[in-house]
């Protein structure tokens, strides 16, 4: 196991250093969000109506941002090549690279969520919901991007490709996500809603790093 | 002991080179010359298990080496054309990730600084390095990585005199502790008693392998 934590730790290192990155991503988000009144109108009821889908659209592209550098720069700088030939099972390579993400992107995130909620005026009793919600969101969105990543690593436009392969598969993350918060806002049950998402993660923790292993190996061969 | 048995390779359907033979025991090593896109890299990734053996077989002590990938990778450490190090790091902090990374204590990495006469550059940001001390940066990971097998892609590019003396006191050492070193190269390589695989151009060929 010592090669994953090493190059988990890495990453982290990577990602501490180059903290521009992650602030983009954050910056990005906040943006995105805070374009809404000015699109849809300032009234407080309109958006509250709206925060939760918001701050969720927004975060998944956010998200999307440093995926395409993920393994982009790895496969690039040879350092893929060293990962595979790492002793670690390729899709522990993967699992690397998703935990790394999500770490260093979708935690920031998560932690700007209740700023970005708040702006859009979303009642703060479902700010507890959203964010975990969120929280469980961003793992999966983790998964399916490094996978994706994976995929159309050394395609020509794979920037470009990414968000299409990857935004589809993240749909029914976003309505169950939204759902919670609705849940919330309207007194229902809110713990069906996590459930489901929960079981996404569940689903995609396995799943998405084997095929993102998969498509690691054919990179590299 | 590491043996090729009729080796082939083939890239996008075209053979590569095919019928590639050897055995080597602990201590020996064996460079691989020859033109261009003759072979050489893809013979070397081949050996690390990185492609598509498309003919013949790889034995590492009898056994089939590839049937266990992972296994395969522990033995043996890559040092490609590409340095693959992270620019944001210093040298001591990158070569203290791939010791943890290959499962070492990061405590050695000074020693294999002193290997590769990197030692004054440790704080060194790598950004600001030149090519031939990134060179050295990407090989000091072979004394720290302790593998058996190295498998070496033009190690000497960039390297300066002083550099390639330490390159050749490492890789003497490395054989003298039975150790087996496969290094492809346009330039001489300080390996002395080396075995030569020469590949020689062919005449394109019709039948893809």
Known sequence: MSPFWGMLRRDLALARRNAGDTLAAVAFFLLAVGLFPFGVGPAPELLARIAAGVVWVAALLAALLPLDRLLGADFEDGTLDQAMLSGLDPAMVAGAKAAAHWLSTGVPLL??????????????????????????????????????????????????????????????????????????????????????????????????????????????? | MLQAEDLAAARGGRSIFAGVSFTLTSGMALTLTGPNGAGKTTLLRLLAG???????????????????????????????HQDAIKTAFTVEEALAHEARIAGVD????????????LSHLGSAPIRILSAGQRRRVALARLPLARRTLWLLDEPTVALDHAGVAALGAVMAAHRAAGGIIIASSHLPLPLPNAAQLRFNVRPPETEAA
Do not use: Q, Y
């Open chain 2, 50 to 80: 990185l492609g598509r053996i498309v003919g013949g077989r790889l034995l590492w002590n009898g056994a089939d080496a590839l049937a266990d990938r992972a296994a395969h990778a522990r033995r043996l450490t890559l040092v490609g």
């Open chain 1, 111 to 221: 932690l700007a969520s209740p700023v970005a909620a708040i702006m859009l005026n979303l009642p703060l009793d479902a700010l507890p919901v959203l964010v975990a919600a969120l929280a469980l969101g961003s793992l999966v969105l983790s998964l399916l991007g490094t996978a994706g990543a994976a995929l159309t690593l050394g395609a020509r436009r794979g920037g470009v490709l990414l968000p299409l392969l990857v935004l589809p598969l993240a749909i029914p993350a976003l309505i169950f996500g939204v759902a919670a918060v609705d849940a919330a806002l309207g007194g229902l049950a809110v713990r069906p809603h996590l459930a489901m998402l929960a079981a996404m993660a569940a689903a995609a923790l396995p799943l998405c790093p084997l095929a993102a292993g998969a498509a690691l190996k054919a990179a590299t061969e």
């Open chain 2, 106 to 117: 990061p405590a050695h990495a000074g020693a294999a600084m002193v290997a590769l006469g």
